[in-house]
């Protein structure tokens, strides 16, 4: 006995509490003490406190029956109100794990057990209700408890049609719970535990100890299973299992043997039991005895939900993986599914409503009042220019390493370009391409374009002359505009091409106004990587365009004074909003000298010395300036940083919070949204749950559907489909795929409204923030870039010596597979003929090929197979050839970092090893940490073979140079001396293997 201290408070209710929660928290020793504890708190000379802790393996729910019996009994004849003690079983526990072992060797439960391992062999994936705590990556056992009380009329249904079915409420509980385990995870195979006593023998009615055994319910259900199938699948499963309930779980999980995780139940994640709420008291003579159970602050499962007294349902859950809202939303729907199925015996699973309509409300509407008539504005692109030439006209517009031109200057060379284009019959709804690398002449391009009426269409210079081609023809173009470069010749296409030099006609011709575009106008066209094979052309408006760089300037604060960097690619749309972004809003875009947009060392030269103050940055890229010891000094001009196209991690976003003192925009959205539709907004000390794609912008609106186009609850994943004012109008000559991807809106009740299939998956979490999961398809995100794999594997298939193709990703590289009966065909080959049809962001830079690709039974490509296939880079390019002084050794093993390959040779080439530009920004700036060196990113694309870079820095180490400089033209130089170097290397590898 021990007397309690009242604390100071006076409160023996809290007193009690604190010390009871010290002993059932302290965990148990079963090697060195007894599973049961007993205290006796005196709190006065008339009240005490009895305090019995028992561990799990020592009672199960009939044993706290006969516990009290047994103490009840025992008080009455201590205190003489009974004649007799109450006596002890004939048998223990003990007795009973003996006789247990002794069946199981005899061969007694074999048929049991070959019952379990022929209904879990194979053994199935383990199906869990979607993690959604706030600390998801601890696991801990700390137990979370909800309450849902089921309806008066689900209760009376369930007892009702349990009757008619001569089964129980619980079985059919139990068939609810697997159906909203279906339509939360699309699982169609789900396995729930259930406990059972095996109290069967008459000898051990008497006997402490728990005889429970866990069964594991395997019910398949999928969306056309109706409610009476359901329930017979759960009772024939039930009775079945009840029938086999001797073999000890564990025996049943050795034989099985499913892949087992440290802190997870096998088979299964959900327990389901049937509980009582009013279990037996003590009866203590001349007194006054309440029980005060407290509830375990651990739990054993993820997740635990009692059916309790056929009324109520009670959860007990891991906090570590489950939000409390999260378990309660589960048990409404739980009940909903209930009353439903009950009351509708033949609907089918899929069409039983989960969603309340206060959560409806709350996911379509509430989620998405994103309405912001600020943004909404009647006039285009170019009026939105013209309004700073009239207030500012002298202010700064377009600047570049060489060149600049103010607001005033812009408008009217545009303005003379506009009229040239004109007098050619291009205006509204025409098409004009845009041929040409960053410089003064790219604005006036895009603005000339507009002010005609027409929309322009990014055409990349790196792009190869059949791709360009081929998408003039997609587009019908009007008419090319060029600017320096090789000359452009469409003579198949008979399709203008003019160059914007200092002779062009344009520069003569008079200023003409500008044509007063309607909203839904186009404003430009971006072709992307499409599924077909073929790319496809998004036909974006003012309205979405305007909309985005208007509420974008409005949330930055971005305006006069502001230094946007446009150093994205034109067809990429981020590099639209990079130079419109500041053009519309009074601001400055500063252009880096082509072929260094990827050099992290000089775009933070050039931030520095411009005093950019915004710029948008995919993750890939985010990184390697992270990692220059001169970032924090040379961003201190900005102002607010944009990231998207990629996934961004927490570690890197808290790298940036730590190393830049401004706040973080984290966007997401494809080319049909325009640019982005969802924002997050992260700042240094600002408590996060990892990192989202935040909610919808102003004017935009995003919904999570099923399969079924109907919302899906906080916590489950869908498809993620946009709605607003920033849906493209579809696809450029291509009813069909616009008809598959921009489909009528179900979800809003907007009349005449349309929502775009994205593909991506993703999921709201309970404060309404969007988590991305990843693609629904095979299309994947390189870089920044969605590519279609099917289109490049489409090029690959038209090669002669090609049956089939394979493309997909490792990592942020591109891979290939090749089926070819032609054993002389290499990937160097395969590479060449990609580069003559695709853009080089589309050429993966490894491969291998085989005799077959593995399939499946039906005949289609195995894609898990193929990713458990080796690529031996280095030995499918050029003979091996080991480092043969300090330098060579130096940059081999640099390399081998950064491009993740176990064996380099000096003759491997960078980019045929699986680099980039971003990696080789990464060596770039490990030459200078490790080695001092401050070389250019378009001196490492001079020298990309091990042996050439070490030559090269072994000559500038000892104050030898390059005669070839590599400013303005020399991306290019390099990039064609790194072919000749690439085009040698295959000719002496064919001639060694043909000597050999």
Not at 815 to 823: E, F, L, Q
Not at 870 to 876: F, G, K, Q, R, Y
Not at 923 to 935: N, P, T, Y
Request: charged residues 20%; proline residues 6%.
């Amino acid at each position: 006995m021990v007397d309690i201290d009242v604390d100071a408070s006076g409160r023996l209710e809290d007193a009690v509490h604190t010390r009871t929660r010290e002993i059932v928290d302290r965990p148990f020793d079963l090697a060195l003490e007894n599973p049961v504890r007993a205290e006796l708190l005196r709190a006065s000379a008339h009240t005490h406190f009895l305090i019995l802790v028992l561990h799990h393996v020592a009672a199960d729910e009939i044993t706290w029956d006969l516990l009290f019996a047994d103490l009840s009994g025992q008080y009455a004849f201590e205190t003489g109100q009974s004649g007799s003690a109450p006596t002890a079983p004939d048998l223990e526990y003990a007795d009973y794990a003996v006789w247990e072992q002794q069946r199981l060797r005899r061969g007694d439960l074999d048929g049991q057990l070959q019952y379990w391992v022929d209904r879990f062999t194979p053994a199935p994936a383990i199906v869990g209700f979607p993690v959604t705590a706030q600390s998801s990556g601890q696991r801990g056992t700390t137990s979370g408890r909800c309450r849902h009380a089921l309806p008066d009329a689900a209760v009376a249904g369930l007892r009702d049609l349990a009757e008619e079915h001569k089964t129980t409420p619980f079985t059919i509980a139990l068939a609810g719970l697997a159906a909203v385990l279906h339509r939360y995870t699309e699982a169609t195979d789900v396995v729930i535990g259930i406990p059972a006593l095996i109290r069967d023998a008459s000898e051990i009615e008497g006997v402490w100890g728990n005889f429970t055994n866990t069964l594991a319910m395997r019910l398949n259900v999928d969306g056309e299973t109706t409610s009476m199938d359901l329930l017979g699948r759960a009772r024939t499963a039930f009775f079945e299992a009840c029938d086999n309930r001797d073999i000890p779980f564990e025996t049943i999980i050795e034989r099985v043997a499913p892949q087992r995780t440290t802190g997870r139940s096998p088979l299964f994640e959900v327990m389901f039991a049937a509980t009582r709420s009013v279990t037996s008291q003590l009866q203590l003579a001349g007194t006054t005895a309440t029980d005060l159970r407290l509830r375990n602050a651990t739990s054993m499962f993820d997740l635990a939900i009692d059916l309790v007294d056929g009324q109520v349902l009670a959860a007990s859950f891991r906090t570590g993986k489950y939000a409390p809202e999260f378990i309660q939303q589960v048990l409404e729907h739980l009940a909903s599914v209930l009353a439903h199925g009950v009351s509708n015996p033949g609907q089918c699973v899929r069409d039983f409503p989960l969603l309340t309509e206060r959560q409806h409300q709350r996911i379509v509407h509430d989620w998405n009042a994103t309405d912001d008539t600020r943004h909404l504005v009647s006039a285009p692109l170019h009026k939105l220019f013209e309004r700073h030439v009239r207030q500012n006209p002298d202010a700064l517009a377009v600047v570049t390493e060489d060149a600049h031109l103010s607001y005033g200057q812009l408008d009217e060379h545009a303005g003379r370009l506009a009229s040239l284009l004109r007098s050619l019959d291009i205006g509204y709804d025409s098409l004009v391409g845009i041929n040409m690398e960053r410089s003064t002449n790219l604005a006036v391009a895009l603005l000339a374009v507009l002010k005609t009426g027409a929309a322009f269409v990014p055409l990349e210079p790196a792009w190869p002359p059949s791709r360009i081609a081929e998408v003039c023809a997609s587009a019908r173009l009007a008419a090319v505009l060029t600017h320096g470069g090789p000359a452009l010749r469409l003579p198949s296409l008979e399709i203008p091409v003019l160059s914007l030099d200092e002779n062009h006609p344009s520069a003569r011709a008079a200023r003409a106004p500008s044509f007063g575009s309607q909203m839904s106008d186009l404003a430009y066209v971006v072709f992307t990587s499409g599924s077909t094979g073929a790319p496809k052309g998004v036909m974006v408006t003012h309205a979405g365009i305007c909309n985005r760089l208007l509420w974008q300037a409005d949330v930055l604060g971005f305006g006069a004074g502001d230094v946007a960097l446009h150093k994205s690619s034109l067809g990429f749309d981020m590099g639209i909003n990079e130079i419109l972004l500041p053009l519309v809003s009074g601001g400055r875009v500063v252009l880096p000298k082509p072929g260094a947009e990827s050099d992290p060392a000089y775009l933070l030269d050039l931030i520095g010395r411009t005093g950019v103050t915004f710029i948008d940055l995919v993750p890939s890229l985010l990184d390697p300036m992270l990692d220059r010891p001169e970032f924090a000094d040379a961003t201190r001009s900005l102002a607010s940083v944009w990231t998207g196209g990629e996934v961004l991690t927490p570690e890197l976003l808290e790298r940036f919070l730590s190393a830049c003192a401004v706040p973080m925009y984290h966007g997401y959205g494809p080319t049909e949204a325009t640019v982005a539709c969802t924002y997050e907004i992260y700042r240094s000390g600002s408590r996060r749950r990892g990192v989202t794609i935040g909610s919808p912008i102003g004017n935009s609106q995003v919904f999570i559907l099923d399969t079924l186009l109907r919302p899906v609850p906080p916590g489950v994943a869908g498809e993620l489909y946009i709605g607003g004012v920033q849906l493209a109008r579809g696809y450029v000559e291509d009813p069909v795929r616009t008809a598959e991807r921009f489909v009528a809106d179900p979800v809003s009740g907007t009349p005449g409204a349309r929502i775009y299939r994205t593909g991506d998956q993703a999921r709201f979490l309970p404060d309404g923030t969007i988590e991305f999961l990843g693609r629904v398809d095979n299309q994947l995100k390189i870089r920044g870039r969605r590519i279609a794999p099917e289109e490049i594997e489409n090029a690959l298939t038209s090669h002669p010596c090609v049956r089939r193709a394979v493309v997909m990703a490792q990592g942020d590289r591109l891979v290939g597979y090749c089926a070819s009966d032609d054993p002389a065909l290499t990937w160097l080959q395969l590479r060449d003929w990609l580069r003559t049809r695709l853009p080089e962001h589309l050429v993966p830079p490894t491969g291998t090929i085989l005799d077959t690709l593995p399939e499946l039974a039906s005949g289609k490509i195995d894609r898990a197979a193929i990713q458990r296939i080796p690529i031996e880079v280095s030995a499918a390019i050029v003979p091996y050839l080991e480092p043969r002084y300090a330098m060579e050794r130096v940059l081999v093993d640099l390399w081998r970092v950064v491009l993740k390959v176990p064996r380099i040779g000096v003759d491997d080439n960078f980019f045929d090893m699986g680099g980039h530009s971003l990696l080789l920004a990464r060596v770039q700036a490990k030459l200078s940490e490790q080695l001092g060196f401050s070389v250019s990113l378009l001196d490492l694309y001079a020298h990309p073979t091990v042996a050439e870079l070490a030559t090269y820095l072994n000559a500038a180490r000892d104050g030898g140079t390059e005669s070839e400089s590599m400013d303005g033209g020399g991306l290019v130089a390099a990039r064609t001396r790194a072919e000749r170097g690439r085009d040698a290397r295959a000719q002496r590898l064919s001639q060694q293997r043909q000597r050999r």
